[in-house]
């Protein structure tokens, strides 16, 4: 669960534009159309009440779901600069 924990505390502490940036990488790999992705991405106040509001139980059954791999290479989405 520390690493959980990490992940939600370094996800909140970015700034809008990496966490919009990285976010928008990670639609752009999973074939979302850039349009539809910026709209979504366009509330900043809503993805940080999202992301604050995960528990790191909420993030154990995403990594379960989605696989380590494929989580930890979201993640490097996420974090990588521009």
Known sequence: MDRE?????????MDDE?????L???AESMG???GLAARYL???GKIR???LGL???DLGKI???LGEENMNQILNEIRRDG
């Open 5 to 13: 924990q990490d992940l939600i505390r370094e996800l909140a502490s």
């Open 63 to 65: 990594r379960d779901h």
């Open 18 to 22: 990496a966490l919009r940036e990285g």
């Open 42 to 44: 366009s509330d900043m």
């Open 55 to 57: 528990t790191p139980e």
């Open 49 to 51: 009440e999202t992301v």
């Open 32 to 34: 979302i159309a850039p």
């Open 24 to 26: 928008g990488r990670v």
